[in-house]
Antibody
Framework: QLQLQESGPGLVKPSETLSLTCTVS??????????WVWIRQTPGKGLEWIGS???????YYKSSLKSRVTISADTSKNQFSLKLKSVTAADTAVYYC???????????????WGQGTLVTVSS | SSELTQDPAVSVALGQTVRITCQGD??????ASWYRQQPGQAPILVMY???KRPSGIPDRISGSRSGNTASLTITGAQAEDEADYYC???????????FGGGTKLTVL
């Protein structure tokens, strides 16, 4: 059974960089059928895709966040990471890491999710 | 980038059938996937591809697509179906992912 677990600080100061890591167990992030994704959810609001990484290192970012986001994969540790710089209060959200098995599907198939971690941006 | 539009709220009487819809141009080229989210929990996948259900999802939940609209149908709604439902798909222009704004389903 694949499991994903987010880790990182729960509190980040404005203008600083939010850094989260997702550790994957029970499967390999080197799968050619999977994207590894970061999604966030502002309290009381909907889901927002932040970006995805393929095991080859190819990355895809939401246009409105692209200038601030870096997602990378470390296949040796079976982890992938999110860095979001210059954060503001608007970046306060629950951040989820997940697997999108949609490489072979004409659509998305986000079938495994981490439990989510709340990151608050505040001084 | 593409957008997906969902009705903010839908209600259904216990045991009746409800359809939740998702509209967007990307759905002409890509299938939608659907997620159920209970309060305080991570979303779970309930439908993807051409009417495919992950294991453990009952067959009273089904999906369909017509033109730029995808639908999730719940037959014989149960109390445990009360949740927020989100649709998702690929953006038509690249490998980006898009989500709908979510539909809050109330079972009366």
């Amino acid at each position: 059974q694949l499991q994903l677990q987010e880790s990182g600080p729960g509190l980040v100061k404005p203008s600083e960089t939010l850094s989260l890591t997702c550790t994957v167990s029970g499967g390999s992030i080197s799968s050619s059928s999977s994207y590894w994704v970061w999604i966030r959810q502002t309290p009381g609001k909907g889901l927002e895709w932040i970006g995805s990484v393929f095991y080859t290192g190819s990355t895809y970012y939401k246009s409105s966040l692209k200038s601030r986001v870096t997602i990378s994969a470390d296949t040796s540790k079976n982890q992938f990471s999110l860095k979001l710089k210059s954060v503001t209060a608007a970046d306060t959200a629950v951040y989820y890491c997940a697997r999108d098995e949609g490489v072979a599907v004409a659509g998305t198939q986000i079938d495994y999710w981490g439990q989510g971690t709340l990151v608050t941006v505040s001084s | 980038s593409s957008e997906l539009t969902q009705d903010p709220a839908v209600s259904v009487a216990l045991g009746q059938t409800v359809r939740i819809t998702c509209q967007g141009d990307s759905l002409r080229n890509y299938f939608a996937s659907w997620y159920r989210q209970q309060p305080g929990q991570a979303p779970i996948l309930v439908m993807y591809g051409r009417d495919k259900r992950p294991s453990g999802i009952p067959d009273r939940i089904s999906g369909s697509r017509s033109g730029n609209t995808a639908s999730l149908t719940i037959t014989g709604a149960q109390a445990e179906d009360e949740a927020d439902y989100y649709c998702s798909s690929r953006d038509s222009s690249d490998n980006h992912v898009v989500f709908g704004g979510g539909t809050k389903l109330t079972v009366l």
